[in-house]
């Protein structure tokens, strides 16, 4: 898993089926240590809790974006499975919704 942030939408209206309804966001990797700023390695997944633009977001990857029923027989390699309230490193608050 990772963190990112929502950094725009793909609309495709040619997709797999089994994505067919599915929201595609684009995601920036961040540093846990500077949630505020991406590093420039971005990601599409498959939004399974509904994030918006700007969030920062909990990306599972590889197989276990495909654990929930949902996508679980989908081409799905990322999924945003949480949306982040607080991050917290050795103690510190790096981020607060």
Same mark, same amino acid.
């Given at each position: 898993?990772?963190? =990112?942030?929502? &950094? $725009?939408?793909? &609309? +495709?209206? @040619?997709?797999?089926? +089994?994505? +067919? $309804?599915?929201?595609?966001?684009? !995601?920036?990797?961040?540093?846990?240590? /500077?949630?505020?700023? $991406?590093?420039? /390695? +971005?990601?599409?997944?498959?939004?399974?809790?509904?994030? =918006?633009?700007?969030?920062?977001?909990?990306?599972?990857? =590889?197989?276990? @974006?495909?654990?929930?029923? !949902?996508?679980? /027989?989908?081409?799905?390699?990322? @999924?945003? &499975? @949480? &949306?982040?309230?607080?991050?917290? !490193?050795? $103690?510190?608050?790096?981020?607060?919704?």
């Amino acid at each position: 898993m990772w963190l =990112g942030k929502v &950094i $725009g939408q793909v &609309i +495709s209206t @040619a997709k797999d089926e +089994s994505l +067919s $309804g599915m929201k595609l966001l684009v !995601v920036d990797e961040v540093e846990h240590t /500077r949630p505020d700023g $991406g590093t420039g /390695r +971005s990601h599409v997944a498959v939004d399974l809790v509904g994030a =918006g633009q700007g969030e920062l977001v909990l990306v599972a990857a =590889g197989s276990a @974006a495909r654990v929930a029923d !949902v996508v679980s /027989r989908s081409p799905v390699d990322q @999924a945003v &499975i @949480a &949306i982040a309230d607080t991050v917290v !490193v050795d $103690g510190d608050v790096t981020y607060q919704k």
